[in-house]
């Protein structure tokens, strides 16, 4: 869990620099090609061709094609249609799809899971609700795509590590989870990117460096890593703390209004969802222990 956390703070940032300095001033689809290119740059040298099955490997390209490729495609089209602290809002629904894809794939329902999860989007709900524009519908509706693609790319991610090779270094083997995001992203930057709307500034240059090798390199492998160290209960809950986090940094750094009242409310729940999923786990692996006995 302590990576996670450090992985939210960090990434804490990027919804706003993102939101406030290339929205519609940098085309979506060459920042998503600069980030994901950077990031499979800081890999490459660790990568060991010969290490795992080609299948292993085809496996981490699909888990890096969804959490990344598709999902910054979403994510930062959702920006053209809404602010930060709503894109913030409406990834609410991440936690739920993390349980919901990894009770599919083991063919049940762990409902101590399913209860963590409802708790966090209940807190993130509770932390701002406003009008919206006529935007809303679209924006809402991309950034759920771009939730359903995350929580499907680090569940991947976290079970094949734990079936396949859970004795691999991860760095070694991490470099595929970029190229099979570089393999989507490259086609869609080709078919739909504007070569017309680059950057311009020595800012939105470094901002798109930073993202590159910081927030989507370090940041995802970290995030990644820490997905097999924790049950699903917590990891579902992970991802909204960087809901009241990004609200945060936001209105710390950029001035955008906010109901304190309501972040620290909302903030409150989703601990209480953490501590909720700590004694459901606890439970659920007590009960496996006595009937192993």
């Known amino acids: 869990m302590p990576i996670l956390i450090a992985v939210t703070l960090l990434w804490?940032?990027?919804?706003?620099l993102i939101g406030v300095y290339l929205a519609g001033q940098v085309d979506a689809w060459f920042s998503v090609l600069m980030r994901v290119s950077l990031a499979t740059l800081v890999f490459l040298p660790f990568l060991k061709l010969r290490q795992i099955e080609a299948k292993i490997a085809?496996?981490?390209?699909?888990?890096?094609?969804?959490?990344?490729?598709?999902?910054?495609?979403?994510?930062?089209?959702?920006?053209?249609?809404?602010?930060?602290?709503?894109?913030l809002l409406?990834?609410?629904?991440?936690?739920?799809?993390?349980?919901?894809?990894?009770d599919m794939l083991d063919k049940r329902l762990n409902i101590g899971f399913a209860i963590s999860a409802s708790l966090a989007?209940?807190?993130?709900?509770a932390i701002r609700y406003q009008g919206v524009d006529e935007g809303f519908i679209k924006g809402l509706i991309i950034v759920q795509c771009a939730n359903m693609c995350f929580a499907a790319g680090q569940v991947g991610y976290k079970r094949i590590i734990a079936k396949e090779r859970p004795d691999l270094p991860q760095r070694t083997v991490f470099g595929w989870f970029f190229i099979g995001a570089l393999a989507v992203v490259i086609p869609c930057y080709i078919a739909m990117g504007n070569t017309e709307q680059l950057p311009t500034t020595?800012?939105?240059?470094?901002?798109?460096?930073?993202?590159?090798?910081?927030?989507?390199?370090?940041?995802?492998?970290?995030?990644?890593?820490g997905a097999t160290m924790v049950n699903?209960?917590?990891?579902?809950?992970?991802?909204?703390?960087?809901?009241?986090?990004?609200?945060?940094?936001?209105?710390?750094?950029?001035n955008r209004d906010a109901d304190i009242f309501r972040l620290a409310?909302?903030?409150?729940?989703?601990?209480?969802?953490?501590?909720?999923?700590?004694?459901?786990?606890?439970?659920?692996?007590?009960?496996?222990?006595?009937?192993?006995?």
């Open 12 to 16: 804490a940032f990027s919804f706003s």
């Open 58 to 87: 085809l496996k981490l390209m699909i888990c890096g094609a969804l959490q990344l490729g598709i999902m910054y495609g979403f994510y930062y089209q959702s920006f053209l249609y809404l602010s930060v602290p709503e894109v």
């Open 90 to 102: 409406f990834t609410v629904m991440t936690p739920l799809y993390v349980t919901l894809i990894n």
């Open 121 to 125: 989007i209940l807190g993130a709900v």
């Open 202 to 225: 020595t800012l939105q240059w470094s901002i798109l460096i930073y993202l590159g090798i910081v927030a989507s390199g370090l940041g995802y492998f970290a995030w990644n890593k």
């Open 232 to 254: 699903i209960g917590t990891l579902a809950v992970a991802n909204n703390l960087l809901i009241p986090a990004g609200i945060i940094v936001n209105v710390v750094f950029w």
């Open 265 to 293: 409310i909302g903030g409150g729940i989703i601990l209480m969802a953490l501590w909720v999923n700590d004694k459901f786990n606890q439970k659920f692996t007590n009960a496996k222990t006595v009937t192993a006995k």
